[in-house]
């Protein structure tokens, strides 16, 4: 996501203007420092990595051990509380959003649908098959209408936690 669209990773809109703190995953410490979320606004810049790799950029790393060349997302949000955060937003691609979601955790999940065809692509999601519908998640959603015809679907995940 860094890559591909560059994100400041601030708050732009509602009564909180103070950024909270930002992190970004890179398992191999491949991004540089020139993105926007590096940021010198006051708030905290975190990097995700794997153990063994040292990136080279204004923010504080936080090294996990890799599997399979990825990192645990449970890992991740430990690291993260373990720091103090306990409220993290998780914004990323198919990858990322699927991974957080296979290891159940999220609790919730917005889905923003426009109303635009644009042919085939990236899946949104990319979830291990399940072998039954009985598996399926069955989130708790709420449905809101949005300007231009867009439509928020937040999914209420936390009754599907697995330990």
Known sequence: ?????????????????????????????????????????????????????????????????????????????????????KRILVEGGARTISNFMDAFCLDRLHLLIAPMIIGSGTNGLSLKPISHLASALKPITQIFPLAGGDVLFDCDLSHSKQN
């Open 1 to 85: 996501t860094i890559e591909a669209d560059d994100p400041q990773l601030t708050v732009r809109r509602g009564p909180r203007r103070t950024n909270p703190a930002r992190v970004v995953i890179d398992p191999r410490a491949r991004l540089g420092s020139n993105w926007r979320w590096l940021a010198q606004d006051g708030a905290p810049c975190l990097i995700v990595t794997g153990e063994g790799f040292a990136p080279s950029l204004g923010a504080t790393n936080i090294a996990l051990p890799l599997t399979n060349g990825q990192l645990c997302p449970r890992a991740i949000i430990s690291a993260l509380s373990e720091r103090g955060y």
